[in-house]
Structure formats: C-alpha cells, structure tokens
Nanobody
Framework: QVQLVESGGGLVQAGGSLRLSCAAS????????MGWFRQAPGKEREFVAA????????YSADSVKGRFTISRDSAANTVYLQMNSLKPEDTAVYYC???????????????????WGQGTQVTVSS
C-alpha cells in the first residue's frame, strides 16, 4: 500500500521558517516526480514545488521562489520542503504528491498526480 506521510506543519509568525517532511513507502518511486501542493480555505489546490527522484532537478512556483527549497533523501524515501520568510498568504494545508512522469515542469497538473498525502496544516500569523 502506497503511503505519503507529511509532518512538520504548525503555527509560525510571519518571517519565520518551517520544514515539512514527506515519508514515502509502499513502492519504488524511482520513476516518480515528488512534490508539494497547498490549498488555502476557499481556494483551489495549487502547485508549490517539485523534485525529480533520482536526478535532483527542481521546479517551483513563482510565488515561493527564493523562499522555499525542495530537497530529497532518496535513501530514506523522504522529500523535504524548507520554507523561509513565511508570509500570512502561505497559510494552507500542504500536501505531498507523487506522479509517474519524466516531466517535472508539468507536475503542477493536479489531475495527473498518482498519489497524495493526507496533508499538514501550516499557519502563518501576521
């Protein structure tokens, strides 16, 4: 059974930092792009960042460039999202995702994601 389990969310003041983790299990993810999406109340789920499982290529949304960094530990089957300089508008439920694809730049297509985590809440206070 495939599982993506997120952790690391919480409440932080604006300007602060958090690191999210996503532990993947249940299958080999060597052909999968992994990444993060987020969904704020009343809004659609949106792409945040993605990383190729073996090559280390990354791709991120313009809204988080320069502030968020995605990384992975392939040996541990874990993907991370380091979030710095957090803003109140970053408040959302953050979801880990996996998609079998070689195209990292199309990872934003939510309908094509194969697996989702349960989500972790990030709240940034002003």
């Amino acid at each position: 059974q495939v599982q993506l389990v997120e952790s690391g969310g919480g409440l932080v003041q604006a300007g602060g930092s958090l690191r999210l983790s996503c532990a993947a299990s249940g299958r080999s993810f060597s052909s999968y792009v992994m990444g993060w999406f987020r969904q704020a109340p009343g809004k659609e789920r949106e792409f945040v960042a993605a990383i190729s499982w073996s090559g280390g290529s990354t791709y991120s949304a313009d809204s988080v460039k320069g502030r968020f960094t995605i990384s992975r530990d392939s040996a541990a089957n874990t993907v991370y999202l380091q979030m710095n300089s957090l803003k109140p508008e970053d408040t959302a439920v953050y979801y880990c995702a996996a998609r079998r694809t070689i195209s990292i730049t199309t990872f934003w297509r939510t309908a094509e994601v194969n697996y989702w985590g349960q989500g972790t809440q990030v709240t940034v206070s002003s």
